[in-house]
């Protein structure tokens, strides 16, 4: 079963605007063949689905810096593209409050796209989703966000699944979560928002708790939230992807670190086997990355791969990561 796994997807402002002019599927359709070659494929929604333009605003009743929020009718490009997953666990999932997310539940779910990381309550955020592949093979998804706190849900409030992984219990939490996900699926998939934007590399504390998930049972670890491509880890045979980058959206070039240059995942559980695609984020859209941009992502992701002692192959215009075995689905 070959999962593509993708970053932040950000679907609000100009590349609402370009989904008005071209449709909803746009921002996928230069992708297509690649998504179409999984058999699933999984998301971060870093915006909200919502008519609502109430903003989120903290205690002191001040805003944040960036509000992202999308037409409802975002949905069916989700669906052109074949998403089966998007992760809500996120910073952006609550700009417009409850009401706003709630209504991106709603409309997912109306979608039919799985999600998981946001709810109705703390025991909804926390609810893995089931993903269903070839041949009935099972995949659950866990999503956590570590920020912001103050959108945690409670036991009778919508907010987010919240975890600081550097707290005390943190790792065994994270364990227990996975333990009730495993006999529910035959692999259980870990999300996770988490970091500072523009961070090249995981910390010694990020790569530990990474590795916590894979020795309670996790067959992938998939981080996102840096805006920026991090490299991939080998733990016990199963891949960790620290940091997925973006996949959609209308940032601004972020100076030398070209935060529009990022990839997207194809990883195959069995044997945790990775294959990365570069792409290039333009006019609000991903797009197969060429030329001097392909050459610049894939020098800089072998750099980091290997940093972190991971051998990559790059050829036809894509790297690969050759997992350990770790057992069949």
Not at 29 to 49: F, G, H, K, V, Y
Not at 83 to 88: G, K, P, Q
Not at 133 to 157: H, I, N, Y
Not at 165 to 174: D, K, M
Request: glycine fraction near 10%; charged fraction near 20%; charge should be negative.
């Amino acid at each position: 079963m070959l999962l593509a796994v993708a970053g932040d997807v950000m679907l609000g402002r100009r590349v609402s605007e370009a989904m008005a002019r071209k449709g909803p599927g746009y921002p996928w359709r230069a992708m297509a063949t690649q998504l179409a070659s999984a058999d699933l494929r999984l998301i971060n929604l870093e915006c909200a689905l919502t008519a609502s333009d109430e903003r989120w605003l903290d205690a002191a009743g001040e805003p944040k810096q960036f509000y992202f929020r999308a037409d409802p009718s975002a949905v069916a490009g989700l669906a052109e593209a074949g998403i089966d997953f998007a992760s809500l666990a996120n910073n952006h999932a609550g700009d417009f409050g409850e009401v706003g997310l709630l209504d991106t539940v709603a409309y997912l779910d109306a979608g039919g796209i799985k999600h998981a990381g946001a709810g109705a309550n703390s025991s909804a955020a926390a609810e893995p989703a089931l993903l269903e592949g070839p041949g009935g093979l099972r995949v659950a998804v866990l999503a956590f966000a570590d920020f912001p706190p103050e959108w945690a849900a409670g036991p009778d409030s919508p907010g987010l699944n919240y975890l600081d992984p550097l707290a005390p219990g943190a790792t065994g939490y994270l364990a227990e979560a996975i333990g009730r996900a495993r006999p529910l699926a035959d692999a259980v998939v870990v999300s996770f928002h988490w970091g500072h934007n523009w961070v090249s590399r995981p910390s010694a504390e990020f790569r530990s708790f990474a590795h916590s998930a894979i020795d309670a049972g996790a067959m992938l670890f998939w981080g996102h939230s840096a805006h920026l491509v991090q490299g991939v880890e080998l733990w016990r045979g199963k891949a960790i992807l620290y940091d997925t980058g973006n996949f959609i959206d209308d940032y601004r070039r972020h100076g030398r670190e070209r935060n529009d240059l990022s990839a997207l995942f194809l990883v195959d559980p069995p044997d945790s086997r990775v294959t990365v695609i570069p792409i290039r984020i333009q006019d609000c859209q991903a797009r197969p990355a060429k030329g001097r941009d392909l050459r610049r992502f894939l020098k800089r992701f072998s750099g980091l791969c290997e940093e972190l002692g991971t051998t990559v192959a790059v050829a036809d215009g894509k790297a690969t990561i050759a997992g350990g075995s770790s057992g069949s689905l």
